[in-house]
């Protein structure tokens, strides 16, 4: 059973940055695409960021472009998500998931087969 972990959220003021990590077990890690999306209260989940297995390929949402990055250590079996300049909109619940669609860089939510516990990240204005 595949299972991930999410650390690094807390509270920030507007124009912080926070990393995020999600460590990963159960599975091959690089045998995983990766990607972190969040929930801000009232809203529905949304895609933040993806990579693909060997880290060559990432695509990240247009409302985090520039500021955000998405990275991976398949030696760690670890997948970051180095957040600059915060804005309070960027306010939510993070979540680490991984599929099975190694090679692609996969935005859609029902496409991601495990998911983590999710992290709090508060951004204060």
């Known amino acids: 059973q595949v299972h991930l972990v999410e650390s690094g959220g807390g509270l920030v003021q507007a124009g912080g940055s926070l990393r995020l990590s999600c460590v990963v077990s159960?599975?091959?890690?690089?045998?995983?695409?990766m990607g972190w999306f969040r929930q801000a209260p009232g809203k529905e989940r949304e895609f933040v960021a993806a990579?693909?297995?060997?880290?060559?390929?990432?695509h990240s949402a247009d409302a985090v472009k520039g500021r955000f990055t998405i990275s991976r250590d398949n030696a760690k079996n670890t997948v970051f998500l180095q957040m600059n300049n915060l804005k309070p909109e960027d306010t939510a619940v993070y979540y680490c998931?991984?599929?099975?669609?190694?090679?692609?860089?996969?935005?859609?939510?029902?496409?991601?087969?495990?998911w983590g516990q999710g992290t709090q990240v508060t951004v204060s204005s």
């Open positions: 998931a991984a599929t099975d669609f190694v090679n692609a860089v996969v935005d859609v939510t029902s496409l991601y087969d495990y």
């Open positions: 990579i693909a297995w060997s880290g060559g390929s990432t």
């Open positions: 159960g599975r091959t890690f690089s045998s995983l695409g």
